[in-house]
Nanobody, 122 residues
Framework: HVQLVESGGGSVQAGGSLRLSCVVSGDTASTYCMGWFRQRPGGIHEGIAAIDSDENTNYVDSLKGRFAISKDYAKNSVYLQMNNLKPEDTAMYYC?????????????????WGQGTQVTVS
């Protein structure tokens, strides 16, 4: 079993930046892939970015260039750097782990989820 705890959300003005963190504990050997998703008000979970155990990354095209995912193995953490934030980035942001497939196209690949951290851009 894996536990994920996100932090780093908050309120920011348009054009600002935030760095989200996700600390992973428990059976980290099963976390082949780690990713970030968001759920905007009234919307579904949207995949943002993912990083696998070889540090290969993939991003949703619409956010590539503004958002960046990274990992710190020593801290069992994954990060999401978000730059030039826009009001439409307002959402609850979640980190998740997947045991096999590193695809953000579907949440069905993702097994464990954090509680989320709110990002509000005004």
């Amino acid at each position: 079993h894996v536990q994920l705890v996100e932090s780093g959300g908050g309120s920011v003005q348009a054009g600002g930046s935030l760095r989200l963190s996700c600390v992973v504990s428990g059976d980290t050997a099963s976390t082949y892939c780690m990713g970030w998703f968001r759920q905007r008000p009234g919307g579904i979970h949207e995949g943002i970015a993912a990083i696998d155990s070889d540090e290969n990354t993939n991003y949703v095209d619409s956010l590539k260039g503004r958002f960046a995912i990274s990992k710190d193995y020593a801290k069992n953490s994954v990060y999401l750097q978000m730059n030039n934030l826009k009001p439409e980035d307002t959402a609850m942001y979640y980190c998740a782990t997947a045991p096999r497939y590193c695809s953000i196209a579907s949440i069905s690949f993702w097994r464990e989820w954090g509680q989320g951290t709110q990002v509000t851009v005004s």
